[in-house]
């Protein structure tokens, strides 16, 4: 019985397992979509840094999980390596803003919407 008791929570414990690392994106994704215009119109350094630091944070998380879109290895390789060069950029232009060249940051940050574009139409 008890041995029995163990196999069940291990396979209970694998499906937790199983449906986590199959959670999507799309709640990232519609978050994406505020905090990306709220840094392109940041008006001030603070505003445009804050809005930086909530879009890598949503890049970082996305990275991490496979969205339901891509079925394979190869697919879901290629979508991290679009979240890096998305958090790429993302850290050029928080730079730029650092420095307090808050144009050049906006700037830079319009690249990510060109990112965007290139990665969903390969991999949305
Ligand atoms: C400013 C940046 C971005 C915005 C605003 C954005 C926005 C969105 C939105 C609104 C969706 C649809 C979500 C839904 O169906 O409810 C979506 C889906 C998706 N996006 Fe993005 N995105 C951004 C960047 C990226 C990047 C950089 C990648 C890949 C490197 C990416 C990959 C995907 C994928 C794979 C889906 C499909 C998810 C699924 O169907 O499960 N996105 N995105």
Do not use: C, W
Request: proline share 1%.
């Amino acid at each position: 019985m008890n041995k029995l008791k163990q196999l069940l929570s291990v396979a209970i414990i694998g499906l937790a397992v199983a449906t986590v690392s199959n959670a999507n994106v799309r709640a990232e994704m519609n978050q994406m979509k505020g905090v990306a215009s709220a840094l392109t119109n940041a008006n001030d350094v603070a505003t445009f840094q804050k809005a930086a630091k909530e879009l890598r944070d949503l890049a970082v998380q996305s990275a991490e999980k496979k969205p339901s879109s891509i079925d394979n290895d190869a697919d879901f390789k290629g979508y991290q390596e679009g979240m890096k060069e998305f958090i790429a950029v993302i850290d050029e232009a928080d730079k730029l803003a650092q420095e307090g060249n808050l144009d050049a940051a906006k700037t830079t940050a319009k690249r990510l919407f060109d990112i965007r574009n290139e990665y969903h139409k390969k991999y949305k």
